[in-house]
């Protein structure tokens, strides 16, 4: 079976680091785009960064840029989110997402355009 677990989630005080990882397990994503995503509770599902099959090509949502880098290690088939200078406006649950097809084009931002997701971990940054 299909499975993608997020780990590393926690509470930390603004301006700290919290670095999140994402592991797949019954099929290899090492063709895919990857990403990841946030809700926080009463708001939707929003785009936080995503990476390319190869990570040569990494997109972020811009109240993320600067603070976050998203990574992936192929041969472990896993994908991480390094996340700093946290803010609390950052407290979310975080997913992270697989693409399911060869992507030439701009990398994936919509949601609906992923086909597996995690089951989340919390993030929750205090002031």
């Known amino acids: 079976q299909v499975q993608l677990v997020e780990s590393g989630g926690g509470l930390v005080q603004a301006g700290g680091s919290l670095r999140l990882s994402c592991a797949a397990s019954?099929?290899?994503?090492?063709?895919?785009?990857m990403g990841w995503f946030r809700q926080a509770p009463g708001k939707e599902r929003d785009f936080v960064a995503a990476?390319?099959?190869?990570?040569?090509?990494?997109s972020y949502a811009d109240s993320v840029k600067g603070r976050f880098t998203v990574s992936r290690d192929n041969a472990k088939n896993t994908v991480d989110l390094q996340m700093n200078n946290l803010k609390p406006e950052d407290t979310a649950v975080y997913y992270c997402?697989?693409?399911?097809?060869?992507?030439?084009?701009?990398?994936?931002?919509?949601?609906?355009?992923?086909?597996?997701w995690g089951q989340g971990t919390q993030v929750t940054v205090s002031s």
């Open positions: 997402a697989a693409y399911t097809r060869i992507r030439l084009g701009p990398l994936p931002k919509s949601a609906n355009e992923y086909g597996y």
């Open positions: 019954g099929r290899s994503f090492s063709n895919y785009p």
């Open positions: 990476l390319s099959w190869n990570g040569g090509s990494t």
